[in-house]
Nanobody, 121 residues
Framework: QVQLVESGGGLVQAGGSLRLSCAAS????????MGWFRQAPGKEREFVAA????????YYADSVKGRFTISRDNAKNTVYLQMNSLKPEDTAVYYC??????????????WGQGTRVTVSS
């Protein structure tokens, strides 16, 4: 069992930056793939980024590629999402996710409660 707690959300102006953090419980964190998803008001949840257990491979949605960076610190059981050049359309609740096999664009086994990001124009 993995429990996930996100932090770092807030209100930022367009063009600004935020860094989200996701703290995971459990000794198996380093063996889990991790990811970030988001859900905007009135829309379905969508994939944002994922990182393999080793940190060697990362994946991004086209909409955030070049602006967002996912990383992890297995010693701290934490995964990060650095968000730069934020746009109003990035406004959403951001969810951290984990899976012992793979986080895909549509699936993850464990989910956090979410942290809200609001980007003002």
């Amino acid at each position: 069992q993995v429990q996930l707690v996100e932090s770092g959300g807030g209100l930022v102006q367009a063009g600004g930056s935020l860094r989200l953090s996701c703290a995971a419980s459990g000794r198996t964190f380093s063996s889990h793939d991790m990811g970030w998803f988001r859900q905007a008001p009135g829309k379905e949840r969508e994939f944002v980024a994922a990182i393999e257990w080793s940190g060697d491979s990362t994946y991004y949605a086209d909409s955030v590629k070049g602006r967002f960076t996912i990383s992890r610190d297995n010693a701290k059981n934490t995964v990060y999402l650095q968000m730069n050049s934020l746009k109003p359309e990035d406004t959403a609740v951001y969810y951290c996710a984990a899976d012992p096999v793979a986080v895909t664009t549509t699936h993850a086994r464990y989910w956090g409660q979410g942290t809200r990001v609001t980007v003002s124009s």
